[in-house]
T-cell receptor, first 115, second 110 residues
Framework: GAVVSQHPSRVICKSGTSVKIECRSLDFQATTMFWYRQFPKQSLMLMATSNEGSKATYEQGVEKDKFLINHASLTLSTLTVTSAHPEDSSFYIC???????????FGPGTRLLVL | DQQVKQNSPSLSVQEGRISILNCDYTNSMFDYFLWYKKYPAEGPTFLISISSIKDKNEDGRFTVFLNKSAKHLSLHIVPSQPGDSAVYFCAASTGNQFYFGTGTSLTVIP
């Protein structure tokens, strides 16, 4: 199967600090990775799409300077929430897609709580 | 504008019976459709998919039906089991763009 991991699974931080979330495809090379955010009882909201070696494409309304995405290798993408605010508290989920394969495989998610 | 819609936010089914989850879409350019299952505080798990050139795909207890003329797809789970209780998302894709529905919460009653 295709396994995607995320680290950390849960993080609590103080307002104003930055938090980095890692997304790794463990048994395949992911040419494209996606970052989603989910609020309680709501659907997944796509934040950005990242292709290895190029800049991420952000969805409308998502601040690229606040949510820094780096897709440095075919197995790793990182999301950094800079200067975190309590309203950034959410469940962040990444997914990865192999080249020429339609299916996205999701990570287990990261619960972020900003105090 | 929501391109993929799941109009039923919740569904309850008796164990052993069939669960039918529905999904409608508006973009005729979608060429691939997927269903995901999601438990609280976990990432979605891929269940089953179907290409737009097919009208049915079956995998064990799960069958997805696609009606392109109606722009409608459905997921059938039979027989339903209590462990199937979760939120189910349908998704549609074209190229690199994925669109998710808002999810249907399925409860299978023992």
């Amino acid at each position: 199967g295709a396994v995607v991991s995320q680290h950390p699974s849960r993080v609590i931080c103080k307002s104003g600090t930055s938090v980095k979330i890692e997304c790794r495809s463990l048994d395949f090379q992911a040419t494209t990775m996606f970052w989603y955010r989910q609020f309680p009882k709501q659907s997944l909201m796509l934040m950005a799409t990242s292709n290895e070696g190029s800049k991420a494409t952000y969805e409308q309304g998502v601040e690229k300077d606040k949510f820094l995405i780096n897709h440095a290798s075919l197995t790793l993408s990182t999301l950094t929430v800079t200067s975190a605010h309590p309203e950034d508290s959410s469940f962040y989920i990444c997914s990865a897609r192999r080249d020429q394969v339609e299916t996205q495989y999701f990570g287990p998610g990261t619960r972020l709580l900003v105090l | 504008d929501q391109q993929v819609k799941q109009n039923s936010p919740s569904l309850s089914v008796q164990e052993g019976r069939i669960s039918i989850l529905n999904c409608d879409y508006t973009n005729s350019m979608f060429d691939y459709f997927l269903w995901y299952k999601k438990y609280p505080a976990e990432g979605p798990t891929f269940l089953i998919s179907i290409s737009s050139i097919k009208d049915k795909n079956e995998d064990g207890r799960f069958t997805v039906f696609l009606n392109k003329s109606a722009k409608h797809l459905s997921l059938h789970i039979v027989p339903s089991q209590p462990g199937d209780s979760a939120v189910y998302f349908c998704a549609a894709s074209t190229g690199n763009q994925f669109y998710f529905g808002t999810g249907t919460s399925l409860t299978v009653i023992p």
